[in-house]
């Protein structure tokens, strides 16, 4: 089973930026998806988390209404849709599936990994 981040890059403050993360090796419709990021210097932290059919979706209260995680199963791709950029969120960003039906936001829950993809916002 692979993941593969992409859609990263350099952006200023206050765009856009939506990445993907496509997985291989595994029909993922019954698998959580998450995305977490991580800082220099800083812990991983969770971002957000979607249940197998999208029918459930987790975001840390400090996240509510700038990111939005979405899923195609028909791709087996889910998506991390980041709007209004702050030079915060530059961290690289990543992507794991758990077996498990509950969209946890707790890393340790997560079994399988993509190797991440750097997000840079600067002026």
């Known amino acids: 089973v692979q993941l593969v981040e992409s859609g990263g890059g350099l952006v200023q403050p206050g765009d856009s930026l939506r990445l993907s993360c496509t997985v291989s090796?595994?029909?993922?419709?019954?698998?959580?998806m998450a995305w977490f990021r991580q800082a220099p210097g800083k812990e991983r932290e969770s971002v957000a988390a979607i249940s197998g059919n999208g029918a459930r979706i987790n975001y840390p209260n400090s996240l509510k209404g700038r990111f939005t995680i979405s899923r195609d199963n028909t791709k087996n791709t889910a998506f991390l849709q980041m709007t209004d950029l702050k030079p915060e969120d530059t961290a690289v960003y990543y992507c794991?599936?758990?077996?498990?039906?509950?969209?946890?936001?707790?890393?340790?829950?997560?079994?399988?990994w993509g190797q991440g993809t750097q997000v840079t916002v600067s002026s």
């Open positions: 794991a599936l758990n077996s498990r039906s509950w969209p946890s936001l707790r890393r340790d829950d997560y079994d399988i």
């Open positions: 090796g595994r029909t993922f419709n019954w698998d959580s």
